[in-house]
């Protein structure tokens, strides 16, 4: 079978194995089906690598590498002593879990009256005070049992084992994510929220609580922070509100997106790294490359076609470059779930530690130096064409990209080792005309896709709608 194919099959195993047993996923309105897919991604991906002789050993390399973390399938249980007034005053937003995206969210918040903010976890932004506290919940086993033995009898449907540790997994982030959901059931129903706000609404454990928020009539909100760099897998958005980034991404949900929210709002990107009021004109330095990568982790190839080896083999293939240009340094910007273990080894063994470091300082910090930038499918990788940089795009597996910089003139394309190299070579021999045409497809390209935004947006999206 085709690796295209193969990753159609895997798509339709996670989406639709409840339905090719004719199994009823929902219970107390909130559809497991939905939440569930999350624990299959990477799983499914991996047995099909398995089964077709795909997986270079990644069987060893996943036992090794990061375990799934207990956040995605563990309820979090609040410190918090937060007790709701008699009398309601203003309106209440529930955030219960914080990342740094939501930080400029909550400090805009805090300056309007009428206004608070709760959530499950204490922070610099939310004090204990607005925090909840932790509450108890039953959890029936019957339908653990009876959810657990549905999806496996799914998967054996299409013919698909998982290897055991996956299966020992899957079981666990059942029951967890059960518990998640019976958990925001109990906080939801006390507390009563205006609204609540999620950073993601596609996974657990922000989707367990958008579907219960949701069954309760509780009005929910999600905001884009990134660009989605998956093929299918973050094709869905569940919340009632969706603010995004570009028009492209709302076409994109409303082309593909099976559910579709109650409105969209296009409010651009304020996370970025660049100033809204700064212009940065930068030129490439001549012995300096930036490789931003994507997450090549195991736990993170969703798609069949894609594998853990994919950032090592694009390393290697610089490697190649450097070993002829002595001059040359190289930064590796690794994603937070990318196999990291990976490059230090080749480092190791290419004998490259002075010449090649892993950084993960900010990404203005390293646009500014004037780096030639090597990226694959990555939201930072878009984000350096704010800082007119020489751009190559890398894509050294089998599937299609999933960001057209090349379509845009705004990246030179290297699809594998030996392009790679010539990629570089090109790069940076760039004459002034190649560069103001990839200039000039950079800024459409971001205009397009990522156009700086402002927190203020979001929040007036939010309050005008609860």
Not at 91 to 115: A, C, G, M, S, W
Not at 251 to 256: A, G, I, M, P, V
Request: glycine share 4%; proline share 4%.
């Amino acid at each position: 079978m085709k690796l295209e194919n193969l990753d159609k099959l895997a798509y339709k195993i996670v989406c639709d194995w409840a339905n090719s047993i004719n199994f009823n996923p929902v219970r107390q309105g909130v559809d497991y089906s939905l939440i569930i897919r999350f624990y299959l991604w990477d799983k499914v991906g991996r047995a099909l690598r398995i089964k077709h002789n795909l997986s270079f050993n990644e069987v060893e390399v996943y036992n090794k590498d990061k375990v799934a973390s207990p956040f995605y399938h563990e309820p979090l249980h609040s410190k918090g002593t937060y007790t709701k007034p008699l009398l309601k005053k203003g309106k209440l937003i529930y955030i219960p879990f914080q990342v740094t995206h939501t930080d400029l969210l909550i400090k805009e918040f805090r300056k309007l009256k009428n206004y608070k903010i709760i959530s499950k976890q204490i922070t610099k932004e939310v004090q204990k005070k607005n925090v909840v506290k932790n509450l108890d919940f039953k959890l029936k086993s019957e339908w653990r049992i009876e959810l657990e033995s549905a999806v496996f009898k799914g998967l054996k449907f299409f013919e698909l084992d998982l290897i055991p540790n996956d299966r020992e997994l899957l079981k666990n982030q059942i029951r967890g994510t059960l518990e998640i959901t019976q958990l925001a059931f109990t906080e939801l129903k006390k507390y009563k929220p205006n609204a609540l706000y999620v950073h993601s609404d596609n996974h657990p454990p922000y989707i367990n609580y958008v579907l219960v928020a949701k069954k309760l009539g509780i009005p929910t909100f999600t905001y884009q922070h990134g660009l989605d760099c998956e093929l299918g897998y973050l094709d869905d958005c569940i919340a009632d509100y969706v603010a995004v980034w570009s028009e492209v991404r709302k076409n994109r949900y409303l082309s593909d997106s099976k559910i579709q929210p109650e409105k969209y709002k296009i409010v651009g990107n304020h996370l970025l790294s660049i100033s809204k009021k700064k212009d940065e004109k930068l030129n490439n330095i001549n012995n300096k490359i930036l490789f931003i990568t994507r997450p090549h982790s195991p736990i993170k190839c969703y798609s069949v076609s894609r594998n853990y080896k994919e950032g090592i083999n694009i390393l290697e293939a610089i490697i190649v470059y450097l070993k002829e240009h002595k001059e040359v340094h190289l930064l590796i910007k690794p994603h937070p779930m990318d196999w990291i273990e990976g490059y230090k080894n080749v480092i190791i063994r290419e004998c490259m530690e002075d010449r090649i470091k892993i950084t993960f300082d900010g990404l203005h910090k390293l646009f500014s130096e004037g780096p030639l930038i090597i990226t694959e499918d990555s939201t930072a990788g878009a984000e350096s064409m704010y800082y007119n940089l020489t751009c190559i795009h890398t894509h050294f597996a089998s599937s299609k990209p999933t960001l057209p910089f090349v379509n845009y003139n705004a990246a030179i394309f290297a699809s594998n080792k030996k392009s790679l190299v010539n990629a570089i070579e090109k790069g940076f021999s760039l004459n002034i005309d190649d560069k103001e045409k990839m200039k000039v497809g950079q800024r459409r390209f971001v205009n397009d896709f990522m156009p700086i935004g402002d927190v203020e947006d979001l929040v007036t999206f939010i309050s005008t709608n609860i």
